[in-house]
């Protein structure tokens, strides 16, 4: 059987978030690159692209979290740790991530988006799956990129260790390739 099959199974043809039962589609949870039964879900376009865009998320579309956040299945209990922890500010989100118990595996894979993240102020760092970015990581160029400056090309594949992080700018790193010291922009990343 498919895994879309076996979700759809699973959720009974609704969205496993929200209960809609219109324009359903699978969607795999980042960081993970494992499309599985644990780290993916049946969800709708709206709520989909609200995950996906931080930018228009309605807060009274997630009071569905009230119910679903209960859900025996991994993948929905972060994705409602994650939205809860987006909307705590708004108070009610909160109330629910007092009563919400996960696992602490699942709750380390539920913060390594940076949701939950407490200072506002602060840069995040993500690569390109999403993934928050600290000082001293590894990571992984995914794009050839020409150095400025020089002639040199960082290779696709190329590890970069140790990085830093710059303070002013959240698409910045920077690493040593060949001996020589650049910044990376963090979408040509992924970490190791």
């Not at 709708?44 to 569905?64: F, L, M, S, Y």
């Not at 506002?120 to 001293?136: A, S, T």
Request: net charge negative; glycine share 4%.
């Amino acid at each position: 059987m498919s895994l879309e099959r076996e979700l759809k199974k699973r959720a009974n043809d609704i969205c496993e978030l929200c209960a809609n039962d219109e324009h359903l589609q699978v969607y795999t949870l980042k960081p993970s690159k494992d499309i599985s039964l644990t780290k993916s879900l049946t969800a709708c376009k709206t709520c989909v692209d609200q995950i996906e865009d931080p930018e228009i998320t309605d807060a009274n579309h997630w009071r569905c979290l009230n119910d679903s956040m209960w859900s025996e299945h991994q993948a929905v209990q972060v994705t409602a740790w994650r939205m809860l922890s987006r909307l705590r500010k708004e108070g009610w989100p909160q109330d629910l991530l007092d009563m919400m118990y996960l696992e602490e595996n699942v709750l380390e894979f539920a913060k390594a988006t940076g949701e939950g993240e407490d200072d506002p102020e602060k840069l995040i760092h993500r690569d390109v799956n999403g993934v928050v970015l600290q000082v001293g990581d590894s990571v992984v160029l995914v794009k050839d990129l020409k150095v400025k400056g020089s002639s040199m090309v960082a290779k696709q594949g190329m590890a970069v260790r140790r990085i830093s992080l710059d303070h002013e700018n959240a698409e910045y790193i920077e690493g040593k390739v060949d001996g020589q010291s650049i910044v990376i922009i963090t979408k040509y990343v992924k970490k190791l």
